[in-house]
Structure formats: C-alpha cells, structure tokens
C-alpha cells in the first residue's frame, strides 16, 4: 500500500516511534536484506521520512 508522507506524517512517525519499514519487521533476514516470505522488498526498506514524498507498506508486516 503506498502513503503520502506529509509534515503530520513525519510528525506522527516520530511522536509514536511508529515501525514502518522492513528493518522492523519479524519477516525481514538482516544478513540477507531479503524477505524470509519471498515479498520483494525495496520498496519497503527504511527511507529517510525528510527525503520521500511517500512510502510503500507491505500487506504482511509483522513488528518484532
């Protein structure tokens, strides 16, 4: 699912210390940098909120 990143974005993300991208995620393979579900995934991987327009969040995200 793509989202706009607006200024009330960022100000949330940083408030709730929301996770957002794959670094987060209990399906996420560091060594790797792959999708242990086979998803591809730049897409979802950490951006700089600053530098983005929007972000893309991935159906089956699981916060470790």
């Given amino acids: 699912m793509r989202s706009p990143v607006?200024?009330?974005f960022r100000d949330q993300a940083a408030r709730?210390?929301?996770h957002l991208f794959c670094e987060e995620c209990a399906?996420?393979?560091p060594?790797?940098?792959a999708c242990s579900e086979g998803y591809p995934n730049a897409e979802h991987r950490r951006v700089d909120l600053a530098?983005?327009?929007e972000v893309v969040?991935?159906?089956s995200f699981?916060?470790?």
């Fill in 6 to 8: 607006d200024a009330a």
């Fill in 31 to 33: 060594e790797t940098r």
């Fill in 57 to 59: 969040f991935c159906k």
């Fill in 16 to 18: 709730y210390r929301l």
């Fill in 27 to 29: 399906y996420f393979e």
């Fill in 51 to 53: 530098l983005v327009g």
């Fill in 62 to 64: 699981e916060a470790l």
